[in-house]
């Protein structure tokens, strides 16, 4: 049985035509997904069987070396991306309990931080064995934590409430 030298190039013309034609390139039947090229069906068979071959025995071990490998030569590029995924995570938590201080109302995000209403962060930190942000998203943003910045946040947790709060009851007297 011989091959044939121009199989792979019939292969990626047809794959052409059939995008070209605004069909799925693997069946050639359905129109693609959104800002796709194979249709939803098709591309969940894909799907299946790649996670089925990385979840194999034979699978998982090359897959995990390749990650080691491409970390290895990636440094930056993976710094980056956990960068970009914090960035996204911590915007989704500030989104969530407001963007600016509780106490004095400071918006800069550099400077603003999760806190426990109700005191206790050590404690909850270090029972959860993950970062706050993360925590806070998977038990879905619950009560019981605020937005404030570093200085109010500190304040709080040495002198037992900030001195603007301070500031407001002399005020008000």
């Not at 044939?4 to 794959?15: A, G, V």
């Not at 194999?56 to 080691?68: F, M, T, Y």
């Not at 918006?107 to 404690?123: V, W, Y």
């Not at 925590?135 to 709080?156: D, E, M, V, Y």
Request: net charge positive; glycine share 6%; hydrophobic share 25%.
């Amino acid at each position: 049985m011989s091959k044939d030298p121009n199989r792979s190039r019939r292969d990626r013309l047809r794959r052409q035509r059939l995008i070209d034609e605004g069909l799925c390139y693997m069946c050639g039947k359905r129109p693609p997904a959104e800002n796709r090229k194979v249709c939803k069906p098709c591309g969940d068979a894909r799907n299946r069987s790649t996670t089925r071959y990385y979840k194999s025995e034979v699978g998982r071990p090359k897959a995990r070396a390749h990650w080691r490998r491409w970390c290895k030569n990636n440094p930056e590029r993976l710094r980056e991306q956990h960068y970009r995924a914090y960035q996204r995570l911590r915007n989704q938590v500030f989104s969530h309990y407001g963007l600016i201080c509780a106490c004095c109302e400071e918006s800069e995000p550099a400077f603003l931080t999760i806190d426990h209403i109700n005191g206790g962060g050590r404690k909850h930190t270090d029972s959860i064995k993950t970062t706050l942000y993360n925590w806070l998203k998977r038990n879905g943003f619950p009560a019981g934590f605020q937005t404030l910045c570093w200085n109010c946040n500190s304040a709080k947790h040495i002198y037992g409430s900030c001195p603007h709060k301070k500031e407001m009851r002399d005020a008000g007297n």
